[in-house]
């Protein structure tokens, strides 16, 4: 019988590309996506817990649909994600009108498992399987053709101690560069112009067989495979980013020349205590070698301000890092403790809340004159964009994005979306380039 499906999507691009794979699922049987969740026969939310706010969010909306269940019995919910990988058991006894609950690595089961539910009413759960391996045949129903994300590495190894990621999404496993490549040709060949290879550490990729990381390799055969397409990667690791990495950005034309590497902190100690496997000065001339190598190329990062211990000149540390830097754009995240995780175990000197909200706010201030003085610097430069849509609030202008992931709005109409275009920037906010096409001789 086809039946209709809602998923919400929480957390990261690894959860927006789980949420495309088991609409595949789905779609494969001949189910229709429910444009709202109240009309749909089978509720999935895939859920995100690297913060605290990110788990309150998702356990509010899975208690409120206690009540649609119990007005239509028949009506099926399901759990996916993080949040179900790490509280099976917490969410099995508080929320007993759920009725499916997946681990990270158990998508693929969605469909007999979900038959089991239907057929007899009883829950079903599956999160053994966090260190196994993952489904290939699936092909994924994308939010949006025209950028599309391509799985490449699963989990993380790195361990980083205020981090519940490797606990939720277990060992790394690089999927086979042959599948991978063979996937993004295929969305190229349906459309997309920009494909964002996805992992919680891409440049860790390591070819199954290959001894050493590989992710360059991985970049060149990807923009071989898709010359018609933009290439982006997220997220990349500071400790990973070898010589090869950069060469393979400067060297393949269609990889964007965007590297967001989450810093996290500017002060030796605290990143010790992190466990972030670099030092500051590390990282620093990392930038440093890769400007030298692409002068042109944007430098984002992630922010974690009052980590434990962290004290008032640490955190100054953190603001002239971000001096010295001058990042393009920074995610600046409070501290948020995650019980399981080295740092909420050990850690017990915790700056206090007000402290570092107020630590938050320095940081977002600074990074905002940061980010406004390098867009205003590409007043009146040419540069490529890809068109993704239509403007939502000018009548007659579009959103592009530079191959530097700046968001730019020019004047454009509908079926200039997924074209590209060259723009000359006339003007910029900390955000947003303001722009004119290029008129092409
Ligand atoms: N794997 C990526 C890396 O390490 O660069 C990022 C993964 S994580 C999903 C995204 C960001 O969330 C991290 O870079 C970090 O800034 C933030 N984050 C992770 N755990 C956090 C915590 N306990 N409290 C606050 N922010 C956190
Ligand atoms: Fe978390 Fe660190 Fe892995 Fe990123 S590298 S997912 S922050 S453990
Ligand atoms: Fe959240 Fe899991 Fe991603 S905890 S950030 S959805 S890996």
Not at 39 to 61: G, Q, S
Not at 126 to 131: F, M, N, P, R, S
Not at 301 to 312: A, C, H, M, S, W
Not at 376 to 404: H, N, Y
Request: charged fraction near 25%; hydrophobic fraction near 40%.
């Amino acid at each position: 019988m086809s039946r209709t499906y809602h998923i919400t999507t929480f957390g990261c691009q690894m959860n927006s590309a789980d949420s495309e794979i088991m609409e595949g699922i789905l779609a494969a049987r001949g189910w229709r996506r429910a444009e709202a969740e109240d009309a749909a026969d089978v509720i999935l939310y895939n859920t995100c817990v690297v913060r605290e706010h990110a788990e309150d969010r998702a356990l509010a909306r899975l208690g409120q649909l206690k009540a649609l269940k119990a007005a239509r019995p028949g009506l099926v919910i399901g759990v996916t994600g993080c949040m179900a990988q790490k509280d099976a058991e917490a969410l099995r006894e508080k929320l007993p009108h759920i009725d499916l609950i997946l681990g990270t690595r158990a998508i693929a089961r969605l469909s007999p498992l979900l038959d089991r539910v239907i057929a007899t009413g009883v829950p079903q759960s599956c999160v053994e399987t966090l260190d196994e391996a993952y489904p290939i045949e699936i092909i994924p129903v994308r939010q949006r053709p025209l950028k599309a994300l391509v799985n490449i590495i699963l989990g993380c190894n790195k361990q980083c101690s205020y981090c519940i990621v490797p606990f939720t999404r277990g060992r790394e496993q690089s999927l086979p560069s042959d599948q991978i490549v063979a996937e993004c040709k295929r969305c190229a060949a349906d459309g997309a112009r920009e494909i964002t290879l996805v992992g919680q550490n891409v440049n860790s990729f390591r070819a199954p067989g290959e001894a050493t990381a590989s992710f360059g390799n991985l970049l060149r055969r990807v923009g071989e495979a898709a010359p018609d397409s933009w290439i982006r990667y997220i997220t990349s690791h500071p400790r990973d980013c070898n010589a090869a990495h950069i060469r393979a950005v400067a060297e393949t034309p269609n990889v964007c020349e965007n590297f967001h590497l989450p810093v996290q902190a500017g002060s030796d100690r605290i990143l010790a205590r992190m466990k972030r496997l670099y030092t500051r000065e590390a990282y620093i001339d990392l930038v440093g070698r890769i400007r030298d190598a692409i002068p042109t190329a944007s430098i984002t990062t992630d922010l974690i301000v009052g980590f434990p211990g962290e004290t008032e000149d640490e955190f100054e540390e953190t603001l002239d890092l971000l001096r010295r830097v001058r990042f393009d754009a920074a995610y600046m995240y409070l501290y948020s403790p995650r019980p399981g995780t080295p740092a909420a175990a050990e850690y017990k000197d915790h700056v206090p809340l007000a402290e570092r909200k107020r630590r938050l706010a320095k940081l977002i201030e600074l990074q905002e004159g940061i980010g406004l003085e390098n867009a205003r610097g590409l007043i009146g430069q040419t540069m490529d964009v890809l068109i993704e849509d239509v403007a939502p609030r000018t009548g007659g202008d579009v959103l592009a994005r530079t191959r530097t992931d700046r968001m730019v709005i020019l004047p454009g109409t509908p079926e200039q979306v997924g074209r590209f275009a060259r723009v000359t920037i006339q003007d910029a906010n900390a955000h947003t380039l303001f722009g004119v096409p290029v008129r092409e001789s």
